[in-house]
């Protein structure tokens, strides 16, 4: 058939205005993903063309293990977290890390509107669930160099870490006024003193995030650029104050008083921009805190002006009742409405889904609560430059345990060291610094080439782990001595030193390293009533130190009951939990570097005065807080 003229024209008309459409439509103009508009109206404009249950999935944070491609578009999830020790492999590296992460991102990125996932995990002390990254000292060390500028290149190095693994966020820094040091947490904690607390807060906040502008408004969310993370100040609030330092228990206090202790530090992360907060499973006057409308919405979003979101602990939705889950329905409707905007779920999506989207169209949750919501976490993923940014950094992988970190992480271990005595009433010299050039030297105990427990709790697993076998890189306190003395120093190391034997040897030994302490543990499972130093510490500590001359090295979460041992010992100092660098230790037990730590806690005499802290009327402590001998560098003996 031969075609007309006017209908050749008007097949090209359709021609042409096919394609026309076709190339408007590929040139639409998408103002959330426009970087020039302001925050604000990129949240207002994907908000308005989001469905609810792309809303509920924005709130949802699921388990690592869950996060396969096909969940991440079915149920749109906002956010996947690493729960203590959950690994993509056993010794996985940097690259195997971001390759995990680079597929969950790619599969939200196919979503309908393309929203990034936001992956998080407990960064808390270094990016400790890594293999063979930096493990720096738990906080409780950090208070005690007082240094808020180390505290703040910490934050940095483990921001840098995080992102050399693909992780942009971090369930840290805790922020936690510990009064108890029975609480299993307490290491997490800077100090007993709420100034403290504040200061490494605002310190730690500033490394991890970056500095917030001039004028930067307060409790906007701030991050820096794809080298920094956003940040999580925890647990909110109260944690630290707990009945006889039972973890997730009961803060029994007034207003005033939480307030006045334990809120402080949050008011410092939200001048620094904190991007996330999260809610502690404790009590506050017998109100879970992730039920407190009053303290979530009233407090910190409306006098604080906090405009980041609000995140639960694991499973605390579920944990609102005891036994938990019993009433799940009702507890995700009691959360919302405190004013949690995103839920660890972490496993049972698709019940916490059905009954989130279920209530909201029921009218039991109300649509601009769920709006809320979701306004602050896409405004903390803009803030983040997810959107332009959103996958991992392959040229990052080399942060990752590099020497920098490692020297910072020495550094803090040094300073983190508290001279607590030194020298016998009466002896004529110091005992510390100790000399490099000795004939022979014995190390002992539990602690001194361990290097699971010099790192503690969350650290590769959440209850770490005993052992050399923890990570691969990382030098224990014996192998510091080892390197720091000199090449004709014979170095006997006896774990249990046999009383009888070293009585025969005792006269061999120049003076003894004796180091003891807790095994790791973390929260619940570090609760603890009698603080006394585990068996055989004790023995260890009397044995040899009572024949040879010693320095007693207590590696541990908190201070412990040592006062029936101090008279056997010639030096004590407290580690703490220093991490992978145990040449921070020798470096100052031998005098390269002088010892300037101060207590961070105050150290009880017995467990019946607890709690007692730094102000308190009856104020009676083996070492006050604030304590702490300081040498000046000696150099070699
Ligand atoms: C506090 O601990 C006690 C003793 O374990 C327990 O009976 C109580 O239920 C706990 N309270 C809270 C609020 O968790
Ligand atoms: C999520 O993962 C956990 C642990 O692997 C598993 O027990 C659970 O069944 C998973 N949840 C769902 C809904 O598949
Ligand atoms: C170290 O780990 C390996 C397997 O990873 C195990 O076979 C070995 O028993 C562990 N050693 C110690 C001392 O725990
Ligand atoms: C850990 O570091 C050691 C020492 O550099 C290296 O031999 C090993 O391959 C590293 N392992 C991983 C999983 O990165
Ligand atoms: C080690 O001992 C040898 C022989 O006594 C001596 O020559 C050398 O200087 C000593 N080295 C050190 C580092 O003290
Ligand atoms: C002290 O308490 C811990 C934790 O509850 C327990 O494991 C340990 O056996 C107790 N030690 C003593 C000497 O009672």
Redesign the pocket.
Known sequence: MARSPAATAVACLLVAAVFLTTAAAGAEYVKYKDPKQPINERVQDLLSRMTLEEKIGQMSQIERANATTEVIEKYFIGSVLSGGGSVPAEKATASVWQKMITAMQKAALKTRLGIPIIYGIDAVHGNNNVYNATIFPHNIGLGATRDPTLVKRIGEATAHEARATGIPYTFAPCVAVCRDPRWGRCYESYSEDTRLVQLMTSNMVTGLQGDVPANHPKGVPFVGGSKKVAGCAKHFVGDGGTQRGINENNTVLSFHDLMRIHMPPYDNAVIKGISTVMISYSSFNGVKMHENKNLITDTLKNKMNFRGFVITDWQAVDRITNPPHQHYYHSIQETIHAGIDMVMIPYDYPEFVADLVKQVKQGQIRLDRVNDAVSRILRVKFTMGLFEDPLPDPRLHKELGAQEHRAIAREAVRKSLVLLKNGKKGDKQAMLPLSK?AKKILVAGSHAHDLGNQCGGWTIKRQGESGNNLTGVGTTILEAIKKAV???TTVDFVERPDKDDLAKSAGDYEYAVVAVGEPPYAETAGDNQNLTIPAPGPEVIKDVCGLVKCVVLLVSGRPLVVQPYVDYMDALVAAWLPGTEGQGVSDVLFGDYGFTGKLPRTWFKTVDQLPMNYGDKRYDPLFPFGYGITTKAAGHK
Request: proline residues 0%; hydrophobic residues 0%; positive net charge.
């Open positions: 050039k000199s090449k004709n």
